[in-house]
């Protein structure tokens, strides 16, 4: 039944736990299967049909919520190719009528609990086809959508509606950045962190814009519900009917409700979220965690997956949201297909198309130990105590040192290290041939700080924050650029030495014979063409 001998395989697609077990779905070489995993051992599971597609789909969203199971996978290979929004478990299924959506591409399916159980709700996230569009030729393609059903939806009376969603309502996500009045229509991931008030829950949304630049807006739970009661339905004019539309009950939609919201399902207002980080790079997957800090304040830290495979850490501050820190997850270079928050172990589980990692939500050792580097960093998971930058949740005794806000006093750590620090975590020499080209190379770990290299003291190359690498190239060596080159970083009042490189004559006795190398020195026209490669490589990199 495959096209291909690539589908022709089992690929896993559904990990969850139904009914005290856990269900694993596959591909199972396009005759989609779902099995039991009990005890370490494979058993028999349900159907799989709406549960595991065909082959690999990025179209295909499973969710799990108590009895019931919702899915956006297609039942038949070969037919049914409008996507839908399926209750396919549990209660009554039921699905969505073919014109409430134009070629969907769903995001996210989430539950949505409410005070009385009847009105919970089921939320779905989705990009369409703007209708606006090529009327207005200015207008984006495409536009991103929230929408609602009622958990407790029991399908119409009629038979044409016996089987259909009746209370489902959507309308448009609007993310915007105020600063730079940039709008950003392309949804990406959603992230919702539940609050013990259903109303107080917040969604945030990673967007992007056709330029590629990104952007997260939050919204919350009971804005937008209170957008599906009270707003209008787009474009109808007609005499509203007795049930209003998508109001929740406990018996079966009348026909005449159902008629009005299967031809006009659109909210006329749209939301409009408060952006809380703007980038120019291109994000992919979002988590978020509130961390409660030492000064017992919760702060938002966003997890933010980039196309070229690292994780961004940012932090919400009062002032405005800080990126803080870049983690690279693999030991070499790939995509990050799956990011999930273990909140109860504080890490991340990221992985790749070959390997998952477990990674800290509190790398603290990044900020090294010195007190101005771990305090600059303004992550919540670290503090200085004990002659250490230390996870909060690990400290015991004494008092944890942290300040959260964009300007750190130039007096919070003790005197001896409030200013300068030797930080070095490398120091090297290495023989460099006369008249031959090499080239320094000092990684930015702060996002903030500013980048010298200093050659015997003197200052020779100055990089300005934002970037991974700090290049200094020297095109020919002559006598005078031996000696000593140092990198050093400074934010704000604080500043440390990075790297320090001795660059030696080899033809001269030198008393660091047995250092480590880190750069590239040869014969003129090898370490020329070597020391060319490099550098593209980390242009690349940096880009």
Not at 42 to 56: D, R, V
Not at 207 to 216: H, I, K, L, T
Not at 222 to 243: C, H, Q, W
């Amino acid at each position: 039944m495959c096209r291909s001998s690539e589908e022709a395989v089992n690929y896993l697609t559904f990990i969850g736990k139904y009914q005290g077990k856990v269900l694993v779905c596959g591909t199972n070489a396009c005759k989609p299967t779902c099995w039991n995993w009990v005890d370490g051992q494979k058993e028999p599971g349900i159907s799989a049909q709406s549960l595991a597609p065909f082959g690999l789909e990025n179209n295909s969203l499973v969710l799990i919520d108590g009895n019931d199971i919702y899915s956006t996978v297609r039942k038949y290979q070969y037919n049914g190719r409008i996507p839908r929004f399926r209750r396919v478990r549990g209660a009554t299924e039921l699905y969505t009528s073919d014109t409430v959506m134009k070629n969907p591409q769903f995001v996210k399916i989430a539950p949505i609990r409410q005070e009385e159980a009847y009105n919970d709700k089921i939320y779905f996230f989705f990009r369409e086809d703007n209708p606006d569009w090529p009327i207005n030729p200015l207008a984006p393609r495409k536009i991103s959508r929230v929408a609602q059903v009622c958990k407790g939806d029991k399908g119409g009376n009629g038979s044409f509606s016996a089987a259909k969603w009746t209370t489902l309502l959507k309308f448009m996500l609007v993310c915007v950045d105020s600063a730079t009045n940039r709008n950003f229509d392309c949804l990406q991931d959603i992230f919702i962190v539940e609050s013990d008030q259903w109303f107080q829950t917040k969604i945030y949304g990673l967007f992007r814009n056709e330029w590629g630049y990104s952007a997260v807006c939050v919204y919350s739970v009971g804005d937008i519900s209170e957008r599906f009661r009270m707003s209008p339905l787009k474009n109808y004019t007609g005499k509203p009917p007795a049930v209003k539309p998508g109001q929740c009950l406990e018996e079966k939609t009348p026909p005449e409700t159902f008629k009005v919201i299967d031809s006009y399902p659109e909210v006329a207002d749209q939301m409009n979220g408060k952006t809380i980080f703007y980038s120019k790079h291109h994000y992919q997957h979002l988590g978020v965690h509130q961390v409660r800090a030492a000064n017992n304040e919760n702060y938002d830290v966003l997890y933010l997956a980039t196309d070229k495979g690292s994780i961004h850490k940012v932090v919400v501050l009062p002032d405005g949201a800080m990126n803080i820190l870049e983690i690279q997850p693999f030991q070499s270079q790939a995509a990050i297909l799956a990011m999930i928050l273990d909140k109860s172990r504080n890490e991340l589980i990221v992985a790749s198309a070959n390997e998952v990692v477990q990674l800290p939500m509190a790398s603290c050792g990044a900020y090294k130990n010195n007190c101005g580097s771990c305090v600059l960093s303004r992550d919540p998971y670290c503090g200085w105590v004990n002659e250490k930058c230390t996870s909060i949740n690990e400290h015991e005794n004494g008092t944890l040192l942290q300040f959260l806000k964009h300007d750190v006093p130039r007096n919070i750590c003790p005197s001896n290290l409030t200013s300068e620090g030797d930080g070095s975590s490398y120091k090297d020499s290495k023989n460099v041939t006369l008249h031959s080209r090499y080239f320094l190379n000092c990684f930015q770990e702060s996002h903030y700080a500013n980048y010298t290299w200093l050659h015997n003291d003197q200052p020779v190359a100055h990089c300005s924050s934002g970037h991974r690498h700090c290049l200094h190239f020297i095109d020919n060596m002559t006598a005078e650029l031996y000696g000593k080159y140092s990198c050093v970083s400074k934010e704000d009042w604080f500043h440390q030495t990075v790297i320090t490189e001795y660059l030696e004559n080899p033809s001269q006795d030198s008393g660091y014979k047995n250092a480590k190398s880190v750069g590239l020195s040869s014969m003129p026209s090898l370490s020329f063409w070597l020391g060319l490669l490099h550098i593209i490589a980390i242009v690349f990199i940096i880009q």
